[in-house]
């Protein structure tokens, strides 16, 4: 799988970053076309690993690159603002994808969507690009 350099150090610091505990249900949200999604499984066999995403485009070639780690993850098109996959998930993880979702209105109605789907000892993570000044934060609760 060919990943830019950051990509490959955001999401390397992402699972880096995350405790070392078993997670049943693994949900990327806005995963386009699945790189999260696909290391998250690798590095999660025993999960269930699903990203959702907005694109069938991008979707599409998530289950290509995907296709053949067993078990494969799944992949929905779905808009969080509207519709939430089933059950409940241990991780929820959502990179780059909340100024997409505009105003703060429908941001909030979008995050409390995909809280929804969050189990409550479960943890979520989200990745908005922008300058740290060396700070690191982990998952939240």
Same mark, same amino acid.
């Given at each position: 799988m ?27 949200? /806005? ?8 290391l ?46 089933? /059950? ?13 979702? /505009? ?26 690009? /922008? ?11």
């Amino acid at each position: 799988m060919t990943v830019d350099p950051y990509e490959q150090h955001k999401y390397a610091a992402t699972l880096n970053r995350l405790p070392a505990r078993r997670f049943r249900r693994i949900l990327d949200v /806005g995963c386009s076309k699945g790189t999260f999604t696909y290391l998250a499984a690798r590095a999660y066999p025993d999960a269930e690993v699903i990203g959702v995403d907005t694109s069938e485009r991008a979707l599409h070639r998530a289950r290509v690159r995907s296709g053949h780690l067993r078990p494969a993850p799944r992949f929905l098109l779905l808009d969080m603002l509207t519709q939430a996959p089933a /059950g409940l998930f241990d991780l929820v993880f959502c990179s780059e994808v909340l100024y997409y979702w /505009g105003r703060e209105s429908r941001l909030r109605q979008e995050v409390s969507s995909w809280q929804a789907s969050w189990n409550p000892a479960g943890l979520s993570c989200s990745c908005t690009p /922008g300058r740290t000044r060396g700070r690191s934060t982990g998952p939240s609760r």
